[in-house]
């Protein structure tokens, strides 16, 4: 009998992606949600329209699919919208993990929910599971609230914090950093990039590698943060970027984040340290270089 997964955020970057790898992987049974459905069902996943801040539909979804495991990645993940919108930041982000939470805790499923590298302030790198959680902006205020919230819940639970991923994804939904700067070069606009904010970035199909180990290795009540190797600046990927899809360098130009008068602060550096990850997870993290070659192949399998 193959596992059965709820799968939320299903048009997400993660979400589709992750459905997309285990098409024809027979061990598990997708049923994945998204208020926009994007997806024809197949024999093995379906897809179904539906709005986490619904407790009553959360639950009655929760209790028809009887999953094994909740993979919760649906939130908003845009950090200026999540300041200018604290309150539709909260109800998504907070309540809606409550309600999924709920929904867990009735079927008696196994939690994995994904939280971030924002709930740092970036003033102490490379940062560890256990380092000290102090968000500056209010999207990593809701992230560590929903934390909280799952360490005290009664069911069974996996925390996985992303760093900043990037990665092919659906055209409607949000571009990361590789996928905005290959549009804006492609029409040749220059563009300026910060030189001061620092991560290691994260390939998608990392994350998916992380679940998928976590799931494997039947990991319960712990906390995983997960990264690329190399901890760079913005700038610096987006030169990566131009170098290996050929295009000019002369239209990135460097410029500090104080440059722009974004309505929420960003921590300078939150690079995670993927000591747990190597050792635990048996997962070798691959850097920014190696991360844009998969994203070539994906786009040229040939
Ligand atoms: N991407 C990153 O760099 C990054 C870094 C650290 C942590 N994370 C975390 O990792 C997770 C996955 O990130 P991602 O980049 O894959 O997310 P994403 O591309 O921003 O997608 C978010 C997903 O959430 C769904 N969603 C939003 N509001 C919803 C609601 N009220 N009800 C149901 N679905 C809703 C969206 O679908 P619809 O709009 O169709 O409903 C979409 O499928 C998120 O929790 C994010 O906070 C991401």
Not at 244 to 263: G, M
């Amino acid at each position: 009998m193959p596992d059965r997964i709820l799968l939320t955020g299903a048009t997400g970057l993660f979400g589709s992606n992750f459905v997309s790898r285990l098409k024809k992987n027979s061990r598990y049974r997708i049923t994945a949600i998204s208020r926009n459905k994007i997806f024809k069902n197949s024999a093995d996943h379906r897809f179904l329209k539906a709005d986490i801040t619904d407790k009553k539909e959360m639950i009655r979804i929760s209790e028809k699919v009887s999953p094994k495991i909740i993979i919760h990645t649906a939130s908003l993940g845009n950090v200026d919208y999540c300041q200018m919108h604290q309150k539709e930041a909260w109800l998504v982000n907070v309540e809606g993990t409550r309600n999924i939470i709920a929904a867990a805790q009735k079927v008696k499923a196994w939690l994995i929910f994904f939280s971030t590298n924002a709930i740092y302030d970036g003033r102490k790198p490379p940062y560890g599971e256990d380092s000290v959680r102090k968000p500056v902006d209010f999207y990593g205020r809701t992230k560590a609230v929903s934390e909280d919230d799952i360490r005290r819940s009664k069911i069974s639970w996996v925390i996985i914090r992303l760093m900043t991923m990037y990665g092919w994804h659906q055209n409607s939904q949000r571009p990361n950093p590789v996928t905005w700067l290959i549009s804006q070069l492609e029409k040749s606009r220059s563009v300026k990039v910060v030189n001061d904010v620092y991560n290691n970035h994260l390939y998608v199909g990392q994350a998916i590698d992380a679940v998928l180990k976590v799931v494997g290795l039947n990991k319960k009540n712990d906390t995983f943060n997960i990264a690329g190797s190399g901890c760079i600046s913005r700038f610096d990927l987006a030169l990566k970027v131009a170098d290996k899809f050929h295009f000019d360098r002369k239209y990135i130009f460097p410029v500090s984040s104080n440059f722009f008068s974004r309505l929420a602060p960003r921590p300078p550096n939150t690079c995670f340290s993927t000591a747990k990850m190597e050792r635990e997870l048996k997962i070798k993290p691959i850097s920014a270089d190696e991360g844009l070659d998969l994203m070539k192949k994906e786009m040229d399998p040939g």
